[in-house]
């Protein structure tokens, strides 16, 4: 253990906020006549092949160097995965469907790829609705804010939506991130 007076300064590495890199995109659905989380909302995670992460959501934003890439076959138990997430929960002979719609940001004049938008949605929809209301939160996103100086294209839709046939059904679509690139500020 090392210590330092407060005149003496620390050497190292000064990194910047971390970029997620790369990221797989998953989807599932799970019933249960027990409860939810750790019952439906849990077979629906091990549905999309990710029931053995520790879960953390993001807001809605990717970065210009997101890639998609496979899932990964093998996943280390109990590990961190960090994800943009639409989850939703119902009863028994309701629909449930969560959905996720992403694009990327163009720049007008350079044509280079500055990053992208994502906006979920989830509840008792049907697939033609609940694509639709994805469409339109995706462009609200896109005309308040983006479209002056920026194309948006490549877009990509996943939904999930079944009716469940026990007490409670958890329909999920996930983009969980992989990889991170770390900047370095001062080295």
Known sequence: MTNLSSTQEL?????GNRIPKDYFVTKGHGESDITVHAGSYHL?????????FNIMTYSSIMPSIATEVPQPAKITHGSVVESIMAV???GKGERASAG???GWLYDRNT???????VCEHNGNYEVEEIEKLLRLSLDELYYNGFSEDFRLE????????????KKYGTALVAICFTSYLYPVIKG
Do not use: C, M
């Open 154 to 165: 490549d877009i990509s839709i996943n939904i999930e939506s079944f009716v469940p046939e």
């Open 88 to 90: 939703a929960t119902t």
């Open 11 to 15: 050497q190292g590495i000064v990194v």
């Open 100 to 102: 996720i719609i992403y």
């Open 44 to 52: 629906a995670l091990k549905q999309a092949n990710i029931e053995t």
């Open 111 to 117: 044509n280079e790829r500055h990053g992208g938008l």
